[in-house]
Nanobody, 118 residues
Framework: DVQLQASGGGLVQPGDSLSLSCAASGLILDDYAIGWFRQAPGKEREGVSYVASSDGRTWYSSSVRGRFTVSTDSAKNTVSLQMNSLKPEDTAVYYC???????????WGQGTLVTVSS
């Protein structure tokens, strides 16, 4: 079975940092493009960050660019999202997503809750 396990969420104060991790089993993350999405209460799920499998190219939404950094650890088969200078509007459930367009396969992790509040 393929599983993506997102972890690292929690309650932090504005300005704090948090690191999310997405651990994969049943697939090799290096073969997949990896995306981080988030869904705030009452809002649609939105893309936050992306790392391409082909060349490691990254993308960030304008709302997190300069504060969030996505990275991969091939040895651990994990993808991390380092979140700095967190704001209350970053509060959401964060999901990791793996996609291999050539194989037509994609997978979602179960989500981890990040709450930014004073």
């Amino acid at each position: 079975d393929v599983q993506l396990q997102a972890s690292g969420g929690g309650l932090v104060q504005p300005g704090d940092s948090l690191s999310l991790s997405c651990a994969a089993s049943g697939l090799i993350l290096d073969d997949y493009a990896i995306g981080w999405f988030r869904q705030a209460p009452g809002k649609e799920r939105e893309g936050v960050s992306y790392v391409a499998s082909s060349d490691g190219r990254t993308w960030y939404s304008s709302s997190v660019r300069g504060r969030f950094t996505v990275s991969t650890d091939s040895a651990k088969n994990t993808v991390s999202l380092q979140m700095n200078s967190l704001k209350p509007e970053d509060t959401a459930v964060y999901y990791c997503y793996a996609r291999n367009a050539d194989r037509g396969s994609n997978y979602w992790g179960q989500g981890t809750l990040v709450t930014v509040s004073s």
